[in-house]
Every structure is written in structure tokens, then in C-alpha cells.
């Protein structure tokens, strides 16, 4: 790749000659391309620069159910992703939690409080969650196992909870708490796709004003 341009800009410029063989594509580009090796869902593509300045490219696509087990992470994710996003955006509606928690999901709370139903979970975050301004839950590094029909996963969370009741004037500190924790979630595969059936969150460490949380069912 040349130097000083963002990544991909070189290849636009040059005007490669594209022919199908046996080993994949095969392009004639005059020096200057750096040779590496890419991942792209499911595809492993080896980029071989001779001498003359002759490259080839080797696709080697991975077979089908490697594909289906990296959808199935996709979906998950986004299973996981949209429970905390109905936190943050009160989406407490039973129709709407259906389409991510299944009808005996368990919540389990830091304090060990849990919960169990669509209804009862429905309810307990109503109560909850009306006691804040706003909330944000922030997720990072999904560790999914999948296992046939059932799938284990693991992730990072950063949660910021803005009280409703503390003085408009105060700090985020005193307005406000954050924690930091682990959380993982038990799925389950229905015909409609990926459901919670548990979640869990492991709290590592508070700051701010934390109010009555610990009473929180």
C-alpha cells in the first residue's frame, strides 16, 4: 500500500487486470502493495506478491456451518445489545420484551434479588427505572458460546443511571452513579429466533451517589 494514503485509496488508483484461476484471482500489479492476509465473516484471503510484481489472491471460504455458528453469534449480540437498550429507552412493554426475553426468563440483579416472568420483569423495571432521569448502559467484548439450541455469553458493562429527584445544580457525582461490572446471559433458540432466558450482572466497582439501589427488587 502506498505510503501516506488512507487504507484502500491504493487500490482504486491502480488499474489492476483481473484473471480467474484455478487458486482464486489473480492480479498484475507494478509493485508497491503490501502483502497480508485478511478475515472477512467467514473468508480468508492471502494476498502472495511476487518479484515481477504479479499478485494472487486466494479466497478460502469457510464451509457453512462455521458460517451458520458466526450468524448465530451476530444474532445474539444483538439480542443481548437490544435488552440493554430497552433499559435506557424504558421499552417495558410485554410485546416488545417477548421479542427478547423469554416467558420464564430469570433477571438476576447485583444485589441477588431476582426475578422471574415477562410480567414480573416488566414491572420490577418500570419501578426501577422510573427513579432516573436517564440511564446508559455501555457494553464492550461479547464472549458468546453457542451450543447447538442454547448459547453462554459474557461481556463488559459500563453503567451511568442519572437520578430524577437530586438537585439540577449538583454534580454528576452527587446526580448521578456509575458501575462497572461482568455481565453474562443464558439464550435460548426458539423457531422466531435467539431468547434471554438469564442474565446476570457481577458489579465490580461504584462512584457517585448510589441512593437506595441496594434495596432495588
Do not use: C
Amino acid at each position: 500500500m502506498e505510503r501516506g494514503n488512507r487504507p484502500g485509496a491504493a487500490w482504486s488508483r491502480r488499474r489492476l487486470q483481473l484473471e480467474q484461476v484455478s487458486s482464486g484471482l489473480r492480479l498484475d500489479a507494478r509493485a508497491g502493495i503490501t502483502v497480508r492476509t485478511l478475515h472477512h465473516y467467514g473468508s480468508t484471503i492471502n494476498l502472495n506478491l511476487t518479484s515481477e510484481g504479479e499478485m494472487t489472491v486466494k479466497n478460502e471460504t469457510a464451509g457453512q456451518p462455521e458460517v451458520n455458528r458466526w450468524l448465530d453469534e451476530a444474532l445474539i449480540i444483538r439480542v443481548v445489545n437490544t435488552f440493554y437498550r430497552a433499559l435506557d429507552e424504558k421499552l417495558f412493554d410485554g410485546s416488545y420484551l417477548r421479542q427478547i426475553l423469554a416467558a420464564d426468563a430469570r433477571v438476576i440483579r447485583p444485589n441477588g434479588a431476582a426475578t422471574v416472568g415477562l410480567a414480573n420483569i416488566a414491572d420490577s423495571f418500570a419501578r426501577s427505572f422510573g427513579r432516573f432521569e436517564a440511564t446508559q448502559h455501555l457494553l464492550t467484548g461479547h464472549d458468546v458460546d453457542v451450543d447447538g439450541d442454547t448459547a453462554a455469553v459474557r461481556a463488559n458493562l459500563v453503567a451511568i443511571h442519572i437520578w430524577n429527584d437530586r438537585p439540577a445544580e449538583a454534580s454528576m457525582l452527587d446526580r448521578s452513579f456509575t458501575a462497572g461490572g461482568v455481565i453474562t446471559a443464558a439464550l435460548r433458540r426458539f423457531p422466531d429466533g435467539w431468547r434471554i432466558s438469564k442474565t446476570e450482572m457481577r458489579v465490580i466497582w461504584r462512584t457517585g451517589f448510589f441512593g437506595d439501589m441496594l434495596q432495588t427488587r
